[in-house]
């Protein structure tokens, strides 16, 4: 179900608001005769990166490895910390920030809201029906999270397409042809297919143990603000932003339910993020810069 929606997710939402994807593309100037291979370079790093942390089950954020790896690459061209443009960098600053306090505060509320809805409810009838209803908010996350995360790597498949050609980026934004989405949707659903049981266990049962309405109230909060931040181009992360709903989730009820050892790993992962995989990126580009 996962990997049909987040492939829906990428093909609907590129058609209706592909803001990320632009966001994405102009953050960082790749310019000049070697821009394609600091470009790769970026890519190499990001990957590297991302099955470091599968390997060892670090939820990291794979659009925080993104960013810092595509800005770190651009930094190594000659252009260095010119190439970085502050105004569509902003947004990255203002979704960590977004994704961080709607998480989690949305989080609290939802789960609020719901206890306060069902109070009159029966525990096994509150349980007949979020164990459909978390489905559907599942549901709802899995769809939005291809459309976040589909949308950023379309606007580099974009941004390596108009490179590869020569040809500016359009002020108006990107023309994303129909074959970028269907491949960015096909190999995103695949990875999602093939899972990642250490990373899924960590952000949903080792760091706070939810019941069913738990679930859904967690899900329903990460959907809204991942809804809201697409619309707006603001690029932010899934993991971040989900994580985060499960800690509002659990501190509504006690904050000690919250095992803040496993969340204080997960930020640092996080905050490491930006300036770990951004001097991959460098590095990575310094040398494919030589090679090639």
């Known amino acids: 179900m996962a990997a049909i929606l987040n492939f829906f997710g990428v093909m609907v939402m590129t058609h209706f608001s592909p803001s990320v994807a632009n966001t994405?593309?102009?953050?960082?100037?790749?310019?000049?005769?070697?821009?394609?291979?600091?470009?790769?370079?970026?890519?190499?790093?990001?990957?590297?990166?991302?099955?470091?942390?599968?390997?060892?089950?670090?939820?990291?954020?794979?659009?925080h490895a993104l960013i810092a790896g595509l800005t770190g690459a651009a930094i190594a061209l000659p252009s260095g910390f010119s190439a970085i443009n502050p105004d569509e960098w902003s947004?990255?600053?203002i979704g960590i920030v977004v994704s961080t306090i709607f998480g989690f505060g949305g989080g609290f509320v939802v789960v609020r809201l719901v206890g306060a809805l069902f109070k009159n409810i029966t525990r096994r009838s509150a349980n007949v029906f979020f164990r459909y209803a978390q489905i559907t908010s599942g549901a709802a996350m899995a769809f939005l999270h291809g459309a976040q995360d589909g949308l950023k790597f379309i606007g580099v498949y974009c941004l390596g397409h108009y490179l590869a050609k020569g040809t500016p980026i359009p002020e108006g934004g990107f023309v994303i042809e129909t074959w970028m989405m269907v491949a960015c949707s096909l190999v995103m659903g695949f990875g999602t297919s093939i899972g990642g049981y250490r990373i899924i266990k960590a952000v949903g049962m080792d760091m706070v143990k939810l019941e069913k309405y738990q679930g859904f109230a967690a899900d329903t909060a990460a959907s809204i603000c991942l809804l809201v931040t697409t619309l707006t181009g603001l690029p932010v992360s899934t993991t971040h932003t989900k994580t985060t709903a499960i800690m509002g989730v659990g501190a509504s009820r006690r904050m000690s339910l919250v095992n803040w050892g496993v969340a204080k790993d997960m930020v640092m992962a996080w905050?490491?993020?930006?300036?770990?995989?951004?001097?991959?990126?460098?590095?990575?580009?310094?040398?494919?810069?030589l090679i090639f």
């Not at 790769?40 to 790093?45: G, I, N, P, S, T």
């Not at 905050?271 to 810069?289: A, D, N």
């Open 91 to 93: 947004k990255v600053l």
């Open 271 to 289: 905050v490491l993020t930006f300036p770990l995989c951004g001097l991959v990126g460098f590095v990575v580009s310094k040398i494919f810069l």
């Open 24 to 63: 994405i593309g102009k953050m960082v100037s790749f310019e000049g005769e070697q821009a394609l291979i600091a470009l790769a370079a970026a890519l190499f790093a990001i990957v590297l990166w991302a099955v470091i942390a599968w390997y060892f089950g670090i939820p990291t954020s794979e659009s």
